[in-house]
């Protein structure tokens, strides 16, 4: 007798239940606390912020707590609460150019208007296990600038703009920008749209490309031409005040990376750009952001194509890592019934096969006698 | 006057600028059914452009090209619709690329490479299609056996082959050629040549092949196009023009091929 | 929108989830898909709080035209138990409070993966499919903008190609799911992943039936009768899975779509129908198959032998 798999719903009950006991781990050590995860892992709230499309660093300790500290889960889990909230409307542009900065580096620049500032940074640091860190001992005091933290820093592509020897922003003046997560993504797509989906999409994706890219697959000739982190203010322009009012500041990470110079017959030679933007305090990504959005302009610039990260549907459609889980594992739903569709096939041919096999045999055995 | 009389191709005044540089500048010919041109040059003296647009594969920024239809009616080739465009180049026409990976899908069997343009016209009979497959590599000297293979285990020469097999099995009325028989060894290149020379009389096939190599030209072609600088400076008969150029540059570049023969 | 606007907004989800904005987004592009039977509509798929490639599609189709008084059968498989149909079926009833049925002829909305319903659906139901890869052209032309011209001037000679290679290769063509279909004479459609043996229920039939990928943001339609033909050639035509000499162990059907299951590990084995509801349907009504708990070996149905 045979008895058909049943119960599919007490089944994941039950999933469920255990994993929430694994994720609690030993109930004698004390629970994860949202601030910790705030204070402590800042880097890792960050990059579900950016690659979740919230800035909520409570909302991302939230979810990575819920995640168990998988990153690709926790993004998950707010870009599937970000996409009910509703949307009120565009803030203005950021001015990156008065943040107030933490941190401010520039490759190619000894000194420049604003000056260096390391700030907060693993640059230089040695990567030593410190088995001696002690997290309940507090840090050193911090040696902090007697100005504070820096302000009204000009950014070194709009300095190097003034001599005319940097392009002009392609994007400056259009204020109306698009958004891939409320209209389907048509290619090819605009810039504002492919910089909102890098923006988005996983770190570990565009690093690899990134890097091919200085690797001689779409070489780009770049130099960090400035990185800077810090708060900007966020306006708002709502309808009832006619002007825009500053809702409060978030922290950012911009890069503009300066490449290869271009030029044309009614334009001398120009520097060009590659941007990355991205929320919290993230170094990498946006310095490979800015790579690969600027591989992916060769048109522009009419550059022979044909490395990975200039290929922007190839780039596009698998920059984003919810989607690219999802699809890969979905390969654990059942296929039973596909599977089957194809056994039915292989069993019907081999049968073939074997029939001609033996009929080939009876007819060499029938020229024989 | 019959169809035939009536020029199969008119291009007036052909010019093609990439931003501001000149791709090609006021081409103006016409190709008779049945007729060979060759378009003769240096690396970078236009014909690759001029070949991609009188294929309807880069539109020009300037002049027109117009093709008799097999019913007489003479279609804008620029006038009309992409989907108008790929049809002709999928039916009437033909392209054979230098490099065959451009011209075949290197990842299906011979066959079907053959097979393909017969199943866009509609053909839905296997056994037909294999049938027209087979006849087509005989006539471009391909063993039958190998219909099953992939281009990528081909010979180069024999790439090329089943790419003007893949070409001709709609028997199209125009073939474009760049530089066909590039990149193979001379004995290779020779074999290639001969069966071109065959297939365009036996069908009577209109050419218009793109190629550096002079030997090339006097050995397919009725008449002959220099290009130099995106211009035309020269044509005329194949054999006049290479027995006796005009042209400075046209002596330059027909003693050279002769010091290279000598 | 204003301050004040914003301030009251609900709190909670809406019914079925989604929002009546996004609702809305979504009945356009179905209502666009119907009026072009089998053309792919781009539509601004929502992250939902599943994963991609779990039926967010399907699932977003569903939340658009469903309404408290619907009748709504998920099913996987063709099984209304299989884990994600449970998990579907979990998600609606939580959002949206619907009525629930297994029974086909019941529903007036079918959420399917990978079956169409044995029992033949009736004029008034909607039928819809969760796709993962809309695009039947994309295993052949991976380009979107290549792909969508050649739909745009049906250049539809590539699909053949991949048939001819299948049957030069094989002596079949070897496309035993999401198997080509020509719709309306017009647009090549994928029918979802649902086996070859379930496309000739798609050819006019009276329900209607809608496709939705929610990764690859793409709905597209069948509207009831409408001529829906799977691709072949004259000489090889379609054809449809057989399993012969076979009957279900659990209700004795035949010529039925079917699981195979592994009974031990020397090679026994057994099948069963892969329509759960269509299987427990015939055991109600007497008919038991060899392994059947009744004590089997056919004592009720008199068509088994």
Redesign the interface.
């Known amino acids: ?9 007490t ?2 009950a039950n999933a469920h239940r255990l994993f929430a006991a694994r994720r609690r781990g030993d109930t004698s050590v004390p629970g994860l606390q949202l601030e910790q995860i705030v204070g402590q892992l800042a880097f890792a709230v960050a990059r579900v912020m950016s690659e979740g499309s919230l800035y909520d660093r409570e909302l991302a300790a939230l979810a990575i707590r819920q995640a168990g500290g998988d990153l690709i889960e926790a993004i ?1 889990l707010v ?2 609460y ?3 909230l ?4 565009y803030s203005e542009p950021i001015a990156t150019d008065r943040m107030r900065a933490a941190r401010r580096i520039s490759a190619t620049y000894k000194d420049l208007p604003g000056g260096q500032l390391l700030g907060p940074t693993f640059d230089y640091s040695h990567r030593l296990i410190d088995f001696s860190y002690d997290p309940d001992a507090g840090p050193d005091e911090p040696a902090l600038a007697a100005h504070g933290v820096a302000s009204d820093l000009p950014r070194v592509t709009d300095l190097l703009g003034a001599d005319g020897l940097m392009e002009a922003d392609p994007l400056a003046g259009s204020d109306m920008v698009g958004d891939l ?8 797509a605009a810039r504002d749209l492919r910089l909102q989906n890098l923006s988005r999409g996983d770190e570990g994706f565009l690093l690899a490309l990134g890097y091919s890219t200085q690797r001689g697959y779409a070489r780009t000739h770049p130099f960090a031409g400035e990185i800077r982190i810090g708060e900007v203010e966020l306006e708002f322009d ?3 005040f006619g002007f825009a009012v500053t809702i409060g500041t978030i922290e950012v990470t911009e890069c503009q990376m300066i490449n290869q110079f271009k030029g044309s017959a009614k334009v001398p030679p120009q520097f060009t750009r590659g941007y990355g933007l991205v929320f919290g305090q993230s170094e990498r990504k946006a310095m490979s952001m800015a790579l690969v959005d600027r591989a992916l302009r060769w048109r522009e610039f009419d550059e022979e194509p044909g490395a990975p990260a200039q290929d922007e ?1 190839f780039v596009l ?1 698998h920059s984003d890592n ?2 690219a ?6 390969l654990k ?6 599977f ?6 292989l069993r ?2 081999h049968a ?1 096969i074997a029939a001609n096999a033996s009929s080939a045999q009876t007819s060499a055995r029938e020229a024989a006698e | 006057m019959t169809m035939r009389d009536l020029p199969l191709l008119e291009i007036e005044g052909l010019t093609h600028f990439y931003g501001a540089q000149l791709g090609c500048r006021n081409v103006s010919f016409d190709i008779y059914s049945g007729e060979v041109l060759a378009i003769v040059g240096e690396s970078g003296s236009g014909k690759s452009t001029l070949l991609n647009c009188l294929s309807a594969q880069l539109r020009p920024t300037g002049g027109t090209i117009h093709y008799r239809m097999r019913d007489g009616s003479r279609l804008d080739v620029y006038g009309a619709g ?2 108008e465009q ?2 002709l180049l ?1 039916t009437d026409w033909g392209f054979v690329h230098q490099h065959p990976h451009r011209g075949l ?1 290197m990842g ?2 011979a ?2 490479n053959v ?3 017969l ?3 509609g053909e ?4 037909n ?2 049938a027209k497959a087979l006849e087509w590599l005989g006539k471009v000297e391909i063993d039958g056996a190998r ?2 293979d992939v281009p990528n285990t081909f010979s180069g020469g024999m790439q090329q082959r089943l790419q003007i097999a893949r070409n001709l099995v709609t028997e199209p009325r125009l073939i474009f050629m760049d530089e066909p028989t590039g990149g193979l060894d001379v004995s290779v290149q020779a074999r290639l040549l001969d069966l071109i020379r065959t297939l365009v009389a036996d069908l009577g096939l209109s050419v218009i092949i793109v190629t550096h190599d002079l030997a090339v030209a006097r050995l397919l072609s009725d008449r002959i196009m220099v290009m130099k600088g995106g211009e035309v400076i020269e044509t005329g008969l194949t054999d006049q023009v290479l027995d006796d150029p005009h042209m400075p540059y046209t002596q330059l570049l027909v003693s050279s091929i002769l010091q290279v023969g000598a | ?4 606007e ?1 301030s009251e ?1 609900p709190a909670g ?1 809406n019914f079925a ?1 989604l ?1 009546e904005q996004t609702k809305r987004m979504i009945r356009r592009a179905i209502l666009k898909a119907i009026a072009i039977p089998g053309y792919q509509v ?8 599943m ?4 039926g ?1 599609g399907g699932i977003q189709v569903t939340a658009s035209i469903i309404g408290p008084d619907d009748v709504l059968k998920v099913i ?3 099984a209304d ?7 579907i079926r ?1 998600f609606f009833a939580r959002t949206a409070g619907v009525a629930m049925t297994s029974r086909a002829e019941e529903a007036t909305i079918i959420q399917t ?3 169409i319903p044995e029992t033949p659906l009736h004029t008034g139901q909607i039928l819809v499919y969760q796709v ?1 890869i809309p695009e039947p052209l994309r295993f052949l032309e991976p ?3 290549e792909t969508r ?1 050649m739909h ?2 049906s ?1 539809y ?2 699909m ?2 991949k048939l ?2 299948d ?6 063509i ?1 496309t ?3 198997y080509p279909v020509m719709v309306e004479d017009r647009y090549v459609m994928d029918p979802s ?5 379930d496309n000739p229920k798609m050819h006019m039939s009276p329900a209607l039936q809608l496709f939705g990928a929610g ?1 690859e ?1 793409r709905i597209y339609a069948v509207p009831p009768h409408t001529k829906v033909v799977s691709l ?5 035509p379609f054809s449809v ?3 012969p000499d076979t009957q279900c ?2 209700c004795g059907a035949e010529g039925v ?5 592994l ?1 031990d590990d020397r090679g026994g084995r ?1 099948f ?1 129908c ?1 329509d ?1 509801d269509y299987c427990e349907r015939r055991q109600a009504e007497g008919h038991f198959g060899h ?3 009744s004590g ?1 070996a056919g004592a009720a149905a008199p068509e088994n032998r």
């Open positions: 007798m045979y008895v058909a798999v049943k119960g599919g719903e089944a994941i998950f870009r599937a970000r996409t009910t509703p949307r009120f409307g997560t409320r209209d389907p993504l048509e290619l090819p709502a309808p009832e549907e459609s919810i989607q889980s999802g699809f890969v594992e979905h739903l059942p296929h039973y019934v596909d089957q569709a194809e056994l039915e096939l019907k041919m073939e | 992409e989907a790929r049809r999928r899908r299906v069997s066959g079907a097979g393909e343009r199943m866009v016209v839905r009979h296997y056994g299609i294999r219909i099953d | 929108m204003s301050l004040s914003i907004q989800y989830y929002d781009p539509f601004a798929s929502r992250e939902m709080p994963p991609y490639g779990w967010t996987d498989q063709g138990d299989t884990t994600n149909a449970v998990s979990n993966r990978h079956r993962p380009r979107e903008t011209k745009a001037l250049e000679g590539l053949h190609v001819y290679e049957i030069a290769r094989h002596g079949h070897a035993t799911y999401a992943p649902t086996p070859k043996f990764r943001k072949d050639f004259e000489d090889h899975q057989e399993w162990a659990m779509y079917f699981d195979e299951v009974l057994m069963v892969s759960t392994l059947h708990a089997g």
